[in-house]
């Protein structure tokens, strides 16, 4: 018995079931279903957590320029009472 069994947010997905009692043929079942889309899908799923990162890094990046020193700020609001 074999299965691919995915864990989502939305529960739990099984995926390429086989029930056999030949090892060739679970071979066979296995190179024409999980090995075919294996390396596809890590590369989405790599895709998917880079642009997650680059996500929290901007978010970081954004956070970051809210905590800066605005003491300088206050001299700009003079320069309006010149003219």
Do not use: C, P
């Not at 079942?29 to 596809?40: H, M, P, V």
């Not at 895709?47 to 206050?74: H, L, T, W």
């Amino acid at each position: 018995v074999g299965f691919e069994l995915w864990q989502v947010k939305s529960g739990s997905i099984f995926d390429d079931i086989i029930i056999t009692d030949s090892l060739e043929e679970a071979q066979a079942f296995a190179e024409e279903t999980f090995f075919k889309k294996k390396d596809s899908e890590k590369d989405m799923f790599d895709a998917v957590q880079k642009k997650v990162r680059e996500e929290e890094e901007a978010s970081r990046a954004d956070e970051d320029m809210g905590d800066m020193d605005m003491g300088d700020m206050d001299d700009m609001d003079m320069m309006g009472d010149e003219f």
